[in-house]
Structures are given as C-alpha cells and as structure tokens.
C-alpha cells in the first residue's frame, strides 16, 4: 500500500493510536512471555526446594489456588512494572506501541500501575472493556479510559523504510541472500 | 540654463530614441566575464542573509519529493544500510509491524464503514498532532 506521493503508509503512522491487531498482537506476546517467565520461575523455586528440602512441590494440586494468586501478582507486576518503567510491555517493544498519557505526553510511573490494575476490568467483563479499541475514536480501551492512556505507535518507521528499500535494492549483506520487497513496496525491477 | 534644459529634455521623445537602439549590438559589446571578475562575490554573499533565505525554504516539502528509493538503488547506500542494520531478526520485526499497521488500517476502515462513520477521526493525541504539526 503506498500513497500519493510514494511512500508506504505505514511510515506516517508513527505517533498515531495503534489499532486492534497490533494491540492484539502485542498482548499475545506478552502473555506468553510472562507466562513462560511465571512457569521458569515456579520452576526454579520448586528446584530449590527440592535441592533443600528432598520433597518434590506439585502445584497442580493443593496449591492450585495459591498458584493462580501468585499468578494474578506476577502479571499485575509484569505488566504494572513495564509500564510504570518504559511505558511498554516486551510485547508492545516488540510490535513497536508505546503507552502514553491521553494527551500524548509521556506516561508517569504511577499512571501506569494504575493501568495495570484497571487493565484486569476489561477481562471480567466479558472482554468488552476491549471494544473500545475497535469502536472508540481514539481507540483507546476501559482501562486506557481509566487510567487515562493511550497507545500509539512508536518505532523508528522511517528507519525501517530504508532497510526495506535496501533490500530490494537487491543489495544484502554479505552472508545473506537477495531479499524478498517489503510490505506495502513496490518490487523494483532487477538491477544489472 | 536649467529652464533651457528641462525644455530639450521634454521635447526628446525617449521612446523613439529607444527603439533605435540595438540593445542587441550592445549586448554583444559587453565582456560577461570581465564583468564577472570584476564583481566581488565574497561581498555580495556576505550580504544576502542566509538564514532569512532559509527560513522560506520549505524544507520537509523538499524532503518529501526526495525519491529515497531512487536513491538507494542508485547509490550504495542501500548496501551501507544493509551491513549498519542488517540482521535477519531486526527484519522480521520491522515486517511484523508494517503488516501489524496494515491490518490494523484495514480492520479501522472497514469498522468505520460498518458504524457509518464519515469523519476522519483523531489519528494522534493533541500533543503528537501538534508536534507533527510544527514539524
């Protein structure tokens, strides 16, 4: 996709509120990776407690409940943390969102606790806490409401123009073949 | 004598005298060069104000006819971006959220075609709107 003046679309994008697939998208990731440091750690804790102790934990038993509570802290503090700190979670680093005051401005620490601990209402009720990302003007969700957030773009677009440019330029990097056209570029015919 | 003077000088008719002359003829007497070289040019540059000159300068008009990938294909800049930032899972990310941006447009029109909506909404917060304003 490209627009009048060439350019993909994307790159303009930059700064505007993130839409549902890549919000969606970023939260996938990040629950996956919290889980998978949660699973780590639990089972870290129970090496170590049979290192000491000589009795193997199960926590898919008794404990269960006591799990899902540690659970429930350990996400609120993934989540309450990444965006108190850097104002985006590993996910969000990843499909390139940040989380901003409603203004635009940047997040304060506190506000993104705050959203951390809003973010749960939009789960319980039924999911619709969400639809403010598709519905809503500024596709912002009931914990974005909230906590008085946003999300939007925020990754180095121009940047990664150039590199899809470069590509299909047909000039890769030693080590490495031609590269196929980037998203939303044209193919340029081959050089030579 | 000044009366004298004024009287000649408005019986001349200036037109008349101006169609008879050859400017071309007299052009081609002139030495450019010469002319050139006798003008100072360090003089006439320290008097134009550069920045003045500058600030009418549209600049990011300019900036957005630049043809980038004209550029890269031409030059070898596309190879010096490639070995500066060149690692197969730098551009998976960028594809991933080029394509993350593309669907999430798509799925915004058609959300916007189902709720009737003909405003182009707020693509940024006030305060990025207005730095993009200012840039």
């Not at chain 1, 700064?15 to 996956?32: E, K, L, M, N, T």
């Not at chain 1, 089972?43 to 193997?56: K, M, N, P, Q």
């Not at chain 2, 009287?7 to 008349?16: E, F, R």
């Not at chain 2, 669907?103 to 189902?114: A, K, S, T």
Request: hydrophobic residues 50%; charged residues 20%.
């Amino acid at each position: 996709m490209k627009t009048d003046t060439g350019q993909a679309a994307w790159v303009d994008t930059v700064g505007h509120y993130a839409g549902a697939a890549s919000r969606f998208a970023a939260y996938a990731v990040d629950v996956i990776v919290s889980w998978a440091a949660f699973a780590l750690a639990l089972a870290g804790v129970s090496f170590a407690i049979l290192i000491v102790t000589g009795r193997s934990v199960s926590w898919h038993t008794g404990s269960s409940i006591s799990a899902a509570v540690v659970f429930a802290v350990w996400e609120l503090t993934y989540f309450g943390y990444c965006w108190a700190a850097a104002g985006r979670t590993a996910g969000m680093a990843l499909l390139g969102l940040r989380v901003v005051r409603a203004d635009g401005t940047d997040l304060d620490p506190w506000r993104g606790v705050l959203r951390a601990l809003v973010f749960p209402l939009s789960i319980i009720l039924c999911g619709l806490g969400f639809a403010g990302i598709l519905v809503q003007h500024e596709h912002r969700a009931l914990h974005d409401l909230l906590a008085g957030t946003a999300v939007i773009y925020s990754w180095d677009a121009a940047a990664a123009r150039l590199r899809f440019a470069a590509h299909a330029a047909g000039r890769p990097s030693p080590g490495r073949g031609a590269a196929s056209p980037a998203p939303g570029e044209a193919v340029p015919p081959p050089s030579g | 004598m000044e009366r004298v003077l004024d009287l000649v000088v408005q019986s001349i008719d200036v037109d008349a005298l101006a169609q008879q002359v050859d400017v071309d003829a007299l052009l081609r007497q002139v030495d450019v060069n010469r002319l050139v070289q006798r003008v100072d040019m360090n003089a006439v540059i320290e008097k134009v104000a550069v920045n003045a000159l500058l600030d009418q300068v549209d600049i990011n008009h300019l900036i957005a006819r630049v043809d980038i990938d004209a550029i890269v294909r031409q030059t070898d800049l596309g190879a010096v971006v490639s070995m500066s930032s060149g690692h197969v899972a730098g551009r998976a990310v960028d594809i991933v959220r080029a394509q993350g941006v593309e669907l999430d447009r798509l799925i915004d029109r058609w959300v916007r075609r189902l709720l009737r909506r003909k405003d182009p909404g707020l693509v940024a917060p006030p305060a990025l709107r207005n730095a993009e304003a200012v840039t």
